[in-house]
């Protein structure tokens, strides 16, 4: 007697799972479908994002390699053209290296380019500090204290990435400038800093030596 309702179970089954198939057959093979076809495409996808990347990165060794032989300009229109057409983390990369081989071409063309670069909300606060920095070296010699002020001051803040170097630059630029008390304000903030590099507490140590040897600390 059991296996006569067991038999009857499994034909209700049978007949409950024919009525479902019947009624949803469609849909499920269209899901089905559906899947596969997303499976393949984002297979596709990330075939030609690496592809991309590859064509990307051997275009960025040969315009690496054209500054390394000195050619400069070359070297920064290949980074520039990169800039345009590679994918996002070759960008970035690419628009600083073009702005470096400016460096070695025209100064204004590169400040130009890192102050762009430093504009670019895109990027992100660490990358456009950077940037500024970048600025800021190629300025230290020639700019006034009011414009390198102007550009590093705010970098030079606790907490900002680059505020070691910002710092450095600024007291270098206000001796340049024969600004000794902002020189000395300088000197101080890298000074209290317990987090400035050794390296930088080297230098500015050679610089505090400079202002007492003038007799104006």
């Not at 024919?18 to 984002?42: E, F, H, M, P, T």
């Not at 102050?115 to 456009?128: E, F, N, R």
């Amino acid at each position: 007697m059991a296996d006569i309702f067991h038999e009857v179970d499994e034909e209700v089954r049978r007949d409950q799972l024919k009525k479902l198939w019947d009624r949803y057959s469609i849909v499920i093979i269209a899901v089905c479908v559906l899947i596969v076809a997303g499976i393949g495409a984002w297979r596709g996808y990330e075939y030609w994002v690496a592809k991309q990347a590859a064509a990307a990165g051997a275009a960025f060794e040969a315009a690496v390699t054209l500054g390394d032989q000195g050619k400069h300009a070359e070297a920064g229109a290949a980074f520039a053209k990169i800039a345009t057409e590679a994918p996002d983390g070759y960008r970035v990369l690419a628009r600083f290296r073009a702005a470096a081989a400016l460096a070695q071409v025209t100064s204004a063309d590169a400040v130009k380019a890192y102050d762009d670069l430093a504009a670019d909300s895109s990027l992100g606060t660490t990358w456009q500090d950077l940037a500024a920095i970048r600025a800021g070296l190629l300025l230290v010699d020639s700019a006034s204290l009011a414009d390198m002020r102007r550009r590093l001051e705010p970098l030079a803040e606790p907490g900002r990435s680059f505020r070691h170097t910002a710092r450095e630059l600024l007291a270098l630029s206000a001796w340049r400038n024969h600004d000794v008390a902002a020189t000395r304000r300088y000197v101080d903030m890298i000074a209290t800093d317990a987090e400035t590099p050794a390296s930088t507490r080297a230098r500015i140590d050679v610089l505090s030596a400079l202002i007492a040897g003038d007799g104006k600390s």
